[in-house]
């Protein structure tokens, strides 16, 4: 199993910047890739930007030019920075680590962006 623990969500106004991290720990070896998925009130968890073991990264269209999935494999953590913020991006943040045929998530951190 691994353990994710999340934090730098908080409220920010609209156009200014947020930096979230997600720290692993336990079968960390066994992790193929990491993500943070978001989930507004109403509205179905989605992805938002993804990195593979071996680095590559995938973003949704959402967040392409604004934000940014990046690793520190020293300190077995993730971050998702994010610019350039709107109103639309208010939602709770998941990371979440995904080993083959299991996905382990955090507790979650909200994002709150105000107009």
């Known amino acids: 199993q691994v353990q994710l623990v999340e934090s730098g969500g908080g409220l920010v106004q609209a156009g200014g910047s947020l930096r979230l991290s997600c720290a692993a720990s336990?079968?960390?070896?066994?992790?193929?890739?990491m993500g943070w998925y978001r989930q507004a009130p109403g509205k179905e968890r989605e992805l938002v930007a993804a990195?593979?073991?071996?680095?590559?990264?995938n973003y949704a269209d959402s967040a392409k030019g604004r934000f940014t999935i990046s690793r520190d494999t020293a300190k077995n953590t993730v971050y998702l920075q994010m610019n350039s913020l709107k109103p639309d991006d208010t939602a709770v943040y998941y990371c979440?680590?995904?080993?083959?045929?299991?996905?382990?998530w955090g507790q979650g951190t909200q994002v709150t962006v105000s107009s």
């Open positions: 979440a680590a995904l080993r083959v045929g299991v996905a382990d």
């Open positions: 336990g079968s960390i070896l066994r992790i193929v890739a």
């Open positions: 990195i593979t073991s071996g680095g590559s990264t």
